[in-house]
């Protein structure tokens, strides 16, 4: 098949697979792989697809606004740190039983740093 209108057409075919997910719903995905079935373009959009969603959980809890390095060992160093960080606030909450939420969690740990008064019931 051929995408765009006859003003602005893409220069090579693509293929229209159609799949089922698991709830039942037909998918339509687009692609240039001639060579593999359908039921391999489904296997990898899966794959690609939880990819995503694990991005998107890490936009919404990690908090990693901007990429600082620009190698690729910085990059994995600050993404392990944000983890690292987001793993010891849930640590905080599970062993405090707070009913806090985590950016409430976070908020207080982060002011609590410049200010060593909570420490000395410690």
């Known amino acids: 098949m051929l995408i765009g209108t006859t003003q602005y ?5 693509f293929r229209l ?16 792989r001639f060579d593999l079935s359908a039921e391999k373009i489904s ?20 908090n990693i606004k901007k990429i600082y390095g620009q190698s690729e060992s ?3 160093n600050q ?8 793993c010891l606030n849930v ?4 062993e405090t039983n707070s009913k806090r939420n985590l950016l409430q969690i ?3 740990l982060r002011a609590s740093l410049w200010n060593s008064k909570w420490m000395e019931p410690l």
């Open 9 to 13: 057409r893409a220069e090579n075919y």
């Open 17 to 32: 697979v159609r799949v089922e997910d698991t709830k039942g719903n037909i998918l339509q995905l687009v692609t240039n």
């Open 43 to 62: 296997e990898m959009y899966k794959s690609r697809w939880a990819i995503e969603l694990f991005f998107k959980w890490m936009k919404q809890h990690v």
């Open 74 to 76: 910085a990059v994995y």
């Open 79 to 86: 993404v392990f740190i944000a983890l690292i960080v987001f």
């Open 91 to 94: 640590l905080v909450q599970n």
């Open 106 to 108: 976070s908020l207080f």
